[in-house]
């Protein structure tokens, strides 16, 4: 019943590496979009006051690790996971690992990855990659962002584990030893329980600047930024929120086209047309925030960077607000009527 | 997002990979599809180096100025900043900042610029000695 392992691409990394482990245990059924929406991989906050690479910091994405950890929990698969102090024992702990051929998951800097081209290699360390052998001094490295499988040496593996700074990886790795295939019962009830600490997630948390509010949030300090900035810095702060909206593993457009395919898939498993409506505004959320990012690229092209125009951009970030907010407003009836019906 | 509105524009990921995005067929089902790359983000990470050279630029002026010491241009080169510099090498931030100084940094031991030179993944001569060099950021 296990498989051998395969080599999976996605568009976001946590979503393969949780993909990849699960496949490996012989789960069929899994793909991205699930992992996702189990997962509860949707997300967003702009936190005030502090600076990140000289911009605002702003996230599309939950804690690292918690796609993973979540998906698991929901599914009742039994996972370990560890971080540790001395680099030498983590490595050991992973060469037992694979030495016993269980593929493992590892939180990663991308900044000591060479196989990924240059532009891409900044202090950041949330990346997940899988590590599934070991050749010589060579890990075999499967990145789900990448089209093929690759290899690192064992220094630069070792290096991009022990990374520092924000969320420091500590060596963080994570696997399933032995797992069976959950029925199809808790499946559904796990969907419904990553859909409502989802919606727990954009609709209710506490303050305004994180969930949905958070976009508002967003919205508003555009309005200023032009003012109290300077077109030039207005300019690399918009870019900055399209780079950690758009690029590789993030995604701030690609994540609403995943969480509406997830909700597509969904429905195979409760009944046909249940979430079409609510899919059909996340791909609609998803287009926004591509209108948006393509906006704010005129602003720090020069093209456009009159405040009308920074206005515009902020009018469309409300109007994904006002999208996003009732688009879970409805999911959440929802997922409460199919809860009572008892699936 | 249609598939064939998914754009196919140049980007750095070029000759390394392609990004996966999941796209809406004509039956109205995702599916996923590949993508070499979107202008769009690709000019905003463009400017983002454009700032990082400019900053690098700066950082080995001053040190041909004798207005800052290597480990403040490595600092940048290496995207780097002071708390981050910290973690790496376990100096306090006070210490790193008096390090920054051309005539703290000629004073300095083997052993603390070994430290330096480890984050940096450069010799110790290489610290010292390679700054005059074009920069150009590699590695």
Same mark, same amino acid.
């Given at each position: 019943?296990?498989?051998?392992?395969?080599?999976?691409?996605?568009?976001?990394?946590?979503?393969?590496?949780?993909?990849?482990?699960?496949?490996?245990?012989?789960?069929?059924?899994?793909?991205?979009?699930?992992?996702?929406?189990?997962?509860?991989?949707?997300?967003?906050?702009?936190?005030?006051?502090?600076?990140?690479?000289?911009?605002?910091?702003?996230?599309?994405?939950?804690?690292?690790?918690?796609?993973?950890?979540?998906?698991?929990?929901?599914?009742?698969?039994?996972?370990?996971?560890?971080?540790?102090?001395?680099?030498?024992?983590?490595?050991?702990?992973?060469?037992?690992?694979?030495?016993?051929?269980?593929?493992?998951?590892?939180?990663?800097?991308?900044?000591?990855?060479?196989?990924?081209?240059?532009?891409?290699?900044?202090?950041?360390?949330?990346?997940?990659?899988?590590?599934?052998?070991?050749?010589?001094?060579?890990?075999?490295?499967?990145?789900?962002?990448?089209?093929?499988?690759?290899?690192?040496?064992?220094?630069?593996?070792?290096?991009?584990?022990?990374?520092?700074?924000?969320?420091?990886?500590?060596?963080?790795?994570?696997?399933?030893?032995?797992?069976?295939?959950?029925?199809? *019962?808790?499946?559904? !009830?796990?969907?419904? &329980? @990553? +859909?409502?600490?989802?919606?727990?997630?954009?609709?209710?948390?506490? %303050?305004?600047?994180?969930?949905?509010?958070?976009?508002?949030?967003?919205?508003?300090?555009?309005?200023?930024?032009?003012?109290?900035?300077?077109?030039?810095?207005?300019?690399?702060?918009?870019?900055?929120?399209?780079?950690?909206?758009?690029?590789?593993?993030?995604?701030?457009?690609?994540?609403?086209?995943?969480?509406?395919?997830?909700? *597509?898939?969904?429905? !195979?498993?409760?009944? &046909? @047309? +249940?979430?079409?409506?609510?899919?059909?505004?996340?791909?609609?959320? %998803?287009?926004?925030?591509?209108?948006?990012?393509?906006?704010?690229?005129?602003?720090?092209?020069?093209?456009?960077?009159?405040?009308?125009?920074?206005?515009?951009?902020?009018?469309?970030?409300?109007?994904?607000?006002?999208?996003?907010?009732?688009?879970?407003?409805?999911?959440?009836?929802?997922?409460?009527?199919?809860?009572?019906?008892?699936? | 997002?249609?598939?064939?509105?998914?754009?196919?524009?140049?980007?750095?990921?070029?000759?390394?990979?392609?990004?996966?995005?999941?796209?809406?067929?004509?039956?109205?089902?995702?599916?996923?599809?590949?993508?070499?790359?979107?202008?769009?983000?690709?000019?905003?990470?463009?400017?983002?180096?454009?700032?990082?050279?400019?900053?690098?630029?700066?950082?080995?002026?001053?040190?041909?100025?004798?207005?800052?010491?290597?480990?403040?241009?490595?600092?940048?080169?290496?995207?780097?900043?002071?708390?981050?510099?910290?973690?790496?090498?376990?100096?306090?931030?006070?210490?790193?900042?008096?390090?920054?100084?051309?005539?703290?940094?000629?004073?300095?031991?083997?052993?603390?610029?070994?430290?330096?030179?480890?984050?940096?993944?450069?010799?110790?001569?290489?610290?010292?000695?390679?700054?005059?060099?074009?920069?150009?950021?590699?590695?």
């Amino acid at each position: 019943m296990k498989e051998p392992y395969k080599h999976i691409q996605s568009a976001h990394c946590e979503n393969g590496v949780t993909v990849t482990l699960l496949k490996a245990q012989g789960f069929e059924f899994m793909s991205e979009p699930l992992a996702f929406g189990i997962g509860s991989g949707l997300f967003y906050i702009h936190i005030p006051l502090i600076k990140f690479n000289n911009g605002p910091a702003v996230s599309f994405r939950t804690m690292p690790g918690r796609i993973f950890k979540q998906t698991c929990k929901f599914l009742n698969i039994p996972y370990k996971t560890k971080r540790f102090r001395n680099p030498a024992k983590a490595q050991d702990f992973l060469d037992g690992l694979l030495s016993k051929n269980i593929i493992t998951g590892c939180q990663t800097s991308v900044f000591y990855l060479s196989y990924l081209p240059v532009e891409y290699r900044f202090h950041f360390n949330a990346h997940n990659i899988v590590v599934y052998g070991k050749e010589n001094d060579k890990y075999l490295i499967s990145d789900t962002v990448m089209e093929n499988p690759t290899e690192i040496s064992s220094e630069e593996l070792n290096k991009a584990r022990f990374a520092k700074g924000m969320y420091a990886p500590r060596g963080h790795l994570y696997y399933i030893e032995e797992s069976v295939v959950p029925d199809v *019962q808790t499946v559904k !009830s796990a969907i419904i &329980k @990553g +859909i409502r600490r989802n919606v727990r997630d954009m609709l209710y948390i506490p %303050g305004s600047v994180g969930g949905v509010t958070g976009i508002k949030y967003t919205a508003q300090k555009i309005r200023k930024w032009r003012q109290r900035l300077g077109e030039r810095k207005a300019g690399q702060y918009l870019g900055q929120i399209v780079r950690m909206q758009e690029e590789i593993g993030t995604g701030g457009g690609g994540f609403r086209y995943i969480y509406a395919a997830f909700l *597509q898939e969904a429905e !195979s498993y409760f009944e &046909k @047309g +249940i979430f079409s409506e609510t899919s059909e505004d996340f791909t609609k959320a %998803g287009n926004l925030w591509r209108d948006a990012a393509s906006k704010m690229a005129g602003v720090y092209r020069g093209k456009n960077t009159s405040q009308a125009y920074f206005n515009e951009i902020a009018d469309l970030l409300e109007e994904i607000f006002n999208l996003e907010k009732s688009a879970f407003k409805k999911l959440s009836a929802t997922a409460k009527q199919i809860k009572q019906n008892r699936f | 997002m249609k598939r064939k509105e998914l754009p196919q524009d140049k980007s750095a990921l070029n000759g390394y990979t392609r990004e996966l995005h999941y796209v809406k067929d004509e039956d109205g089902v995702y599916r996923t599809a590949l993508s070499t790359g979107w202008e769009v983000k690709s000019s905003a990470l463009n400017n983002a180096w454009d700032e990082i050279n400019k900053e690098i630029e700066a950082a080995r002026l001053s040190v041909i100025n004798e207005v800052k010491s290597p480990i403040y241009y490595f600092m940048v080169k290496n995207l780097m900043n002071v708390s981050l510099l910290k973690s790496y090498t376990g100096f306090y931030k006070f210490q790193i900042r008096r390090h920054f100084n051309p005539k703290t940094f000629r004073k300095l031991s083997d052993k603390k610029l070994q430290k330096y030179a480890t984050v940096f993944n450069i010799t110790v001569d290489e610290l010292k000695n390679s700054i005059k060099k074009p920069t150009k950021h590699s590695d």
